[in-house]
């Protein structure tokens, strides 16, 4: 294979945004099993993939009188707005006996209400913060930003400044204004999350401006409507060009950190990741992995699962040597390596939704950063090359 066309492989895979990948929801009456689990304190790694929402259920006294839905939630939910609950109305979020009910709907005794709503982290404590944004597109409604690798998403435990909604809100409050007047807690303005990547997993994340965007974007993650492409670099030489890995995932009990897949699949929650190969270097591949569901580190989990680390991914055992030769200039190469790239070989390549107010596709795309570029164009230049499996 020549040296050109070696480095398009990545490009001419990762620039191919199909329609086929916009994955339906199977059972639109069904409400998926999404919980808060990735905002567990018990996390420092407090940003991930899964979307989060929070489940509500509520069953009518005997005695109640006949009151229109938006009003009865309201009553019972007072932190919340009507216009917040009627939006979540519209959006399809709301069941009465299991079905999506209209806005003019009134509740009658002992229905069974079930609402889903996208979580919200309380945002009065996050402070505007000057910290460079690379916005891929903004309107009225959205930011798309490419995420760098050691940037955190939000507030959380162990990182209460320094974020990136702190630098959202900064965006939003002051612009490009060089010198900025402050202003009070009350007029800064801030971003809705909709989905969260890992603090070191860079790439391409949408914000919402507004309620109405959040929920309507929300509800996409939330039936898996939206696209998403990763790449990563992965310890060995995969077998197959590409598979799909199909795997509960849940709480590692020796170690609340980490996740791990289900032995008999009785526990955790239904993940599948859908893999192909770009690239092989024998101890080494490149791979993209195409998100069906978005469980906590679901791609690091399901690698592993595979026999696949990441590359450099201390928390899942990809910091050490898993695949290779004996001889100490090899393990002195991968050292190097390991000091190109001292984190998840990771990226959220490209994010493909319908926008929450014109309703048109969209899709972005986000390069491959400068770290995992350097890694992969090593691996291709190391002697050792000619060994590889192609």
């Given at each position: 294979m020549g040296s050109a066309k070696k480095k398009n492989t990545?490009?001419?895979?990762?620039?191919?945004?199909?329609?086929?990948?916009r994955i339906a929801a199977t059972d639109a009456m069904a409400l998926p099993d999404i919980s808060l689990e990735g905002d567990s304190d018990e996390s420092t790694?407090?940003?991930?993939?899964?979307?989060?929402?929070?489940?509500?259920?509520?069953?009518?006294?005997?005695?109640?009188?006949?009151?229109?839905?938006?009003?009865?939630?309201?009553?019972?939910?007072?932190?919340?707005?009507?216009?917040?609950v009627q939006m979540a109305i519209e959006a399809g979020y709301v069941r009465v006996g299991g079905n999506i009910i209209k806005s003019n709907y009134r509740?009658?005794?002992?229905?069974?209400?079930?609402?889903?709503?996208?979580?919200?982290?309380?945002?009065?404590?996050?402070?505007?913060?000057?910290?460079?944004?690379?916005?891929?597109?903004?309107?009225?409604?959205?930011?798309l930003v490419n995420k760098p690798a050691g940037l955190v998403v939000h507030p959380?435990?162990?990182?209460?400044?320094?974020?990136?909604?702190?630098?959202?809100?900064?965006?939003?409050?002051?612009?490009?204004?060089?010198?900025?007047?402050?202003?009070?807690?009350?007029?800064?303005k801030h971003g809705i999350l909709v989905h969260r990547i890992d603090k070191d997993t860079s790439g391409i994340l949408v914000i919402a401006k507004n309620e109405e965007a959040q929920l309507k974007l929300a509800k996409q993650f939330f039936y898996h409507t939206t696209s998403r492409r990763y790449v990563a670099i992965v310890w060995g030489n995969v077998e197959k060009d590409e598979g799909t890995i199909d795997a509960n995932i849940c709480r590692d009990e020796s170690d609340r950190m980490k996740f791990t897949v289900s032995k008999d699949g009785s526990k955790g929650k239904h993940a599948v990741t859908h893999y192909k190969v770009l690239e092989r270097f024998g101890y080494v591949t490149v791979v993209e992995c195409v998100l069906e569901?978005?469980?906590?580190?679901q791609i690091r989990v399901h690698m592993k699962y595979l026999g696949h680390p990441l590359f450099s991914d201390e928390r899942y055992g990809g910091n050490k040597i898993l695949a290779g030769t004996i001889f100490?200039?090899?393990?002195?190469?991968?050292?190097?390596?390991?000091?190109?790239?001292?984190?998840?070989?990771?990226?959220?390549?490209?994010?493909?939704?319908?926008?929450?107010?014109?309703?048109?596709?969209?899709?972005?795309?986000?390069?491959?950063?400068?770290?995992?570029?350097?890694?992969?164009?090593k691996m291709r230049n190391y002697k050792g090359e000619k060994n590889a499996v192609r």
């Open positions: 990545l490009k001419k895979y990762a620039d191919e945004v199909t329609a086929s990948e790694d407090d940003n991930n993939v899964e979307e989060l929402f929070e489940h509500y259920k509520f069953v009518v006294d005997k005695g109640q009188s006949l009151l229109r839905i938006d009003k009865y939630i309201t009553s019972k939910m007072t932190e919340t707005s009507r216009s917040r509740v009658k005794p002992l229905d069974e209400i079930s609402l889903v709503f996208p979580y919200e982290k309380r945002i009065r404590d996050i402070g505007p913060e000057n910290i460079p944004l690379d916005i891929v597109y903004e309107d009225d409604d959205v930011i959380g435990h162990g990182h209460f400044n320094g974020t990136l909604l702190n630098a959202i809100a900064y965006h939003l409050t002051y612009g490009n204004d060089p010198f900025p007047k402050e202003v009070p807690d009350n007029e800064v569901t978005g469980r906590t580190h100490t200039k090899y393990k002195q190469f991968i050292e190097n390596c390991f000091a190109i790239l001292p984190r998840q070989g990771l990226h959220a390549k490209t994010l493909g939704f319908d926008h929450p107010t014109t309703g048109k596709r969209m899709s972005f795309d986000s390069p491959i950063p400068d770290d995992m570029t350097a890694l992969i164009d």
